[in-house]
């Protein structure tokens, strides 16, 4: 299947635009598991045990994994095959170099980690982005309009009438010869995720910044989805991960997980 | 000492701008290594043997490295721990997140790998930047004015009158409260580098870009150095790792990086 027929068949499958964000925070798992063995691990197995029906993907920020060396990128390795098949899986590691280096990120999240699409920074321009997109069944979330404050330092610079980050979408939509690439739109931005969204046309939104970050959940549907209420894969991550810190961390999760895909579902067309 | 510290006490005891990069590819090794327990290792240790006494830097580019899983990862802080203290280090990983997850990165980079500086990427802006600067100790170049052809893509946008790139230095110096911030310029801009210089101030460039790539050194020295011939760490990678595709592929390197130190210190002031 090509990465958009991923996403689509995901989204089907389960009734749900919902993404959870595998940010696994080793200083917030519940107190019980922190002196196991692969705790991070054991927690990310429990997570996606007890929500994998209700996501249409997981997505996993390599940045809580990296800083535990080897151990972390192995539990990253793990925590992917350990996902149901028919999921969709985001390596969220804002990757982007020279061509020849990208060549080499891409062959670590798509070959050795085994996500099927990554999130990639656009700064660098066209032969540092198109080493992701090289094969039909891998495609990139491009960083467009993040969720974070610093987006307001360069993302919205007016570029001859036009913002960078509409401006980056348009570029970007020029080198979407196999239709793989995507872009990230925080859910904070409100209606300007309108605007990427007309400007990304039918390409999937990744949407950062529900939950935690206070995004607005109908919004990230109403202005994330297309017209008949997909392609829009809409990430939480903390809220759900610490639904509970507790031992029932993983039924509250899925509590969490539940109400997230309904409410969602309730604003879909 | 502080960031700017070590790279100066590195440039000054060596006499030497030079920094070299270990973008190490494992398909170009010598014939004789490629089939030995950790190869990449072994040639890595063999460069930096025969070349330390010349530079002021070494640069590591992540992406060699991740491709080859936890192994990679081993590789790359084993090739951290065996550079001669005095030698300034550099985590080529052009990372950068939401703060929470750029916290993360900075302790992977810093900490788990022990380099000095990182590379970072400016789109998030800065919140995805300041995790990076938090000790003086450790600071980073963030990709200003990068040398592949996809620079022109974004960076030369005007935003006002000013492109990006010089828009990025400027936002960037303002955030610089504890001098921990250099900038990415490639060779390969000529005399846009005078530019970088002007706007960066006396924050410390690092220059990707000649060798391979094609930049020219003199105008890597001359626009991109300061006043006393300073503050520009110029980075070769290919041209001296393959110097020779045989046994004597390290003093090949050697001869290459004194070539390369001497042609550079004759456009110093």
Redesign the interface.
């Known amino acids: 299947m090509t990465f958009l027929e991923k996403i689509l068949s995901a989204q089907r499958s389960r009734n749900s635009l919902l993404c959870i964000g595998l940010?696994t925070d080793m200083n917030k798992l519940p107190e019980h598991m922190r002196a196991m063995n692969d705790a991070l691990l054991s927690f990310n197995k429990a997570i996606i045990e007890a929500t994998s029906d209700l996501v249409c993907a997981y997505k996993i920020?390599a940045?809580?994994y990296?800083?535990?060396?080897?151990?972390g990128?192995?539990t990253m390795?793990e925590t992917v095959k350990s996902i149901p098949s028919g999921v969709f899986t985001i390596g969220d590691a804002?990757?982007?170099?020279?061509?020849n280096?990208?060549s080499?990120?891409a062959?670590?999240l798509y070959?050795?980690?085994g996500f099927d699409a990554a999130t990639v920074?656009?700064?660098?321009?066209?032969?540092?982005?198109e080493p992701f997109l090289t094969s039909p069944e891998h495609g990139i979330f491009l960083?467009a309009l993040?969720?974070?404050?610093?987006?307001?330092?360069?993302?919205y610079?007016?570029?001859?009438g036009v913002p960078?980050y509409r401006?980056?979408i348009e570029?970007a939509m020029t080198w979407n010869t196999k239709g793989n690439i995507g872009f990230v739109a925080g859910a904070t931005r409100g209606s300007e995720l309108q605007t990427v969204r007309n400007a990304a046309g039918d390409a999937p939104l990744l949407i950062p910044g529900v939950g935690a970050q206070g995004g607005s959940l109908e919004e990230a549907v109403r202005f994330g989805a297309d017209a008949r209420g997909e392609r829009a894969v809409i990430n939480a991550s903390r809220s759900v991960l610490y639904a509970s810190a507790d031992k029932d961390f993983s039924e509250a999760a899925r509590g969490e997980a539940l109400r997230l895909r309904d409410e969602m579902n309730r604003y879909r067309p």
Do not use: H
Request: glycine share 10%; with cysteine.
């Open positions: 940010d920020n940045a809580f990296e800083c535990a060396g080897e151990s990128w192995r390795r804002k990757r982007g170099d020279i061509g280096s990208s080499y990120y062959r670590a070959d050795d980690l920074a656009p700064y660098m321009g066209r032969d540092s982005v960083l993040t969720s974070n404050p610093g987006a307001r330092d360069f993302q610079l007016d570029t001859g960078l401006r980056v570029t």
